[in-house]
């Protein structure tokens, strides 16, 4: 139902301890939030951004610890057992908030230059 709908409605079937003109009065100070969308090419555009950011971090021996890969070596049958490699998850989830939050930023600044 929508903010009109409602106050149609109520104008047709509101009897009690507060008056029509009340109640029609406080809903019409009711801001109807706006949904959010992203277009598939700001999807596109910022999963492009964090997969660069990542691959530069990679590059640059950001991601992986090289000094703490924990590795094993079998002289018998001439192996190395890679046992852990520790990838710096908090780097990755900054890198993906930051290209969010410049993402919605954006937006929300592309939509106030639009409104004025």
Not at 7 to 25: H, K, T
Not at 59 to 83: A, G, Q
Request: hydrophobic fraction near 35%; charged fraction near 35%.
């Amino acid at each position: 139902m929508t903010k009109n709908q409602t106050i149609d409605l109520l104008r047709n079937q509101l009897p009690g301890f507060y008056s029509v003109e009340q109640v029609i009065n406080l809903i019409e100070k009711i801001e109807e939030a706006k949904a959010t969308t992203i277009s598939s090419e700001r999807i596109d555009a910022v999963t492009r951004r964090i997969v660069e950011t990542l691959e530069d971090e990679h590059s640059n021996n950001n991601l992986v610890n090289l000094d703490d890969i924990e590795l094993d070596f079998n002289n018998w049958d001439r192996k190395i057992t890679i046992n852990d490699v520790p990838i710096d998850f908090n780097l990755i989830r900054d890198c993906i908030e930051q290209e969010l939050i410049d993402a919605f930023e954006e937006k929300e600044e592309v939509e106030e230059e639009e409104n004025d």
